[in-house]
């Protein structure tokens, strides 16, 4: 992985860039927050250790993933949030967007629920053959109410078949505790456990994720080995040529000192481009926070902008390069694309088209990277850039750590939890309360004052005959 961070120094891009000499005199803050992340890591931090942890595990899931690709055309992923984010971004980087279309395929399909409108469950439960398909239900606390209940329909439709679906399902939830680990004894569902210190959104590593990408033929083994690799580099390189330290820094002096709270993620491959939604959640659940870790109201934040090239140069470059100087733009691109084609172009001969002739198709792409690279910096906007040799499991075990250890230590750059998301709760309470759950009385009370508003400002555009 190569991380180059020129293009946010002010000998590159101006005033709007920070100046180079606060890397070298931030040695020593970076010590600190390497130090104080180190010092959680067996605690709230757990995270960061989980490689090392689930390699023990590995053998297990590929045992069982084994068994599924042997009974099963289809798997779906049924889980919200880091419960299938990390899952996608796994399955897209790795086998692509059409990887349910490959005529040469050897393993199930993949599938991903990971919302409740009845309108696309209807259609995927529709669609696909239940008789030949394994529902994995993901979620850690066991009660996710989206998650349940998709669950709920999901055994309906298999009952409602004749099926036993304690066979087509295998449940991903907490080792002791929670409604899934209950009902997996109760009703004798095949289940993995998630450690209960591992969020979501830090849970593609885990068994969460792992499970899926067994069983579409991804390699584990080496996701799991880039990551602890990256674990070493970062425990033993010198902390001013870490980019898992050296990225949050940047992110912390450009939202601190310049204002940026934006940062965009483009990535230059479509396999990629999932990394931008997972990051997403990874950055805004845990960089997002009303109060420091020690109680002080602050209301922190940096707002992610997932950006696919070269669909979004013609959609979102205008913004970057003449709007407002908020946003940091990461570039996301490998350094070889696995397939690539030669070009003749026997159609037409017109200087139109030419240039295009005799090169690789990948010529056009790289291209237009650089290109757009280059033109943020001539207009002054920040940006770095993150390239990967290859697409494969390895470098993409280093790059998921990578950011993850980033997003932690930003946490503690802006001293604010990086694991927590305790307003995300809020909103589930009163889901809870309006859908009539036990215990949830006092917050529907509250909650329906909360949508009262006055008449004049409701609208209507239909017309009364």
């Known amino acids: 992985m190569i991380f180059d961070c020129n293009n946010v120094f002010d000998f590159q891009v101006g005033t709007h860039g920070i100046s180079a000499n606060r890397i070298r005199e931030g040695e020593g803050f970076l010590s600190e927050i390497k130090k104080r992340v180190f010092s959680k890591i067996n605690e709230d931090y757990y995270p960061l250790k ?11 899931v590929i045992e069982i993933s084994a068994a599924i690709q042997k ?41 991903f629920l990971d919302n409740v409108d009845p309108e696309s469950t209807s259609s995927l439960l529709n669609n696909i053959n239940i008789k030949k398909t394994i529902f994995n239900i993901i979620t850690k606390s066991g009660t996710t109410g989206e998650t349940i209940l998709n669950l709920l329909i999901i055994s309906d439709i298999l009952k409602d078949k004749g099926f036993d679906y304690t066979k ?62 990256e674990a070493k580099f970062i425990e033993e390189e010198a902390v001013t040529r870490v980019p898992a330290l050296l990225f949050p820094f940047i992110q912390h002096l450009l939202y601190t000192e310049k204002g940026i709270n934006i940062n965009a993620l483009f990535t230059y491959s479509d396999y990629l481009s999932y990394i931008g939604n997972w990051y997403n959640q990874l950055l805004a659940e845990s960089i997002g926070k009303r109060f420091t870790q020690d109680g002080k109201e602050v209301f922190r934040g940096i707002t992610p902008l997932a950006l696919r090239g070269t669909t979004d140069q013609h959609s979102v470059l205008q913004l970057l390069l003449e709007g407002p100087f908020d946003k940091l733009v990461v570039f996301i691109a490998p350094e ?4 690539d ?40 906007r920040p940006n770095i850039d993150i390239e990967l040799p290859i697409i494969s499991e390895y470098e993409l075990g280093k790059l998921i750590y990578m950011f ?20 995300v709760e809020i909103g589930k309470r009163y889901t809870y309360a309006m859908m009539g759950r036990k215990g949830y009385e006092k917050e529907k009370g509250s909650f329906r004052s909360l949508l009262t508003g006055k008449k004049d400002f409701i609208i209507s555009d239909e017309r009364k005959e």
């Open 50 to 60: 989980l490689p090392f942890e689930i390699e023990k595990e590995t053998d297990r």
């Open 71 to 111: 009974d099963f055309e289809n798997f779906v992923v049924v889980g919200m949030g880091g419960s299938s984010l990390g899952n996608q971004m796994l399955h897209f980087a790795i086998n692509g967007p059409y990887y349910n279309e490959n005529l040469n395929r050897t393993t199930p399909r993949m599938y």
């Open 168 to 229: 087509h399902l295998v449940f991903t939830t907490d080792p002791e505790k929670g409604f899934l680990r209950e009902l997996s004894k109760t009703i004798s569902v095949k289940t993995l456990s998630i450690s209960p210190a591992v969020g979501g959104r830090y849970s593609a590593l885990s068994t969460v994720g792992l499970l899926s990408a067994a069983v579409e033929g991804i390699n584990i083994k080496d996701l799991i080995k880039g990551a602890m690799d």
């Open 336 to 339: 070889q694309y696995r397939s």
């Open 341 to 380: 084609f030669y070009i003749e172009g026997n159609i037409a001969d017109d200087e139109r088209v030419n240039y295009l002739k005799k090169k690789k198709y990948s010529r056009l792409i790289k291209s237009e990277y650089l290109a757009t690279k280059a033109s943020l910096k001539q207009n002054g």
């Open 404 to 423: 993850e250890f980033s997003v932690i230590a930003l946490g503690e750059m802006l001293e604010v939890n990086p694991i927590n998301q305790p307003s």
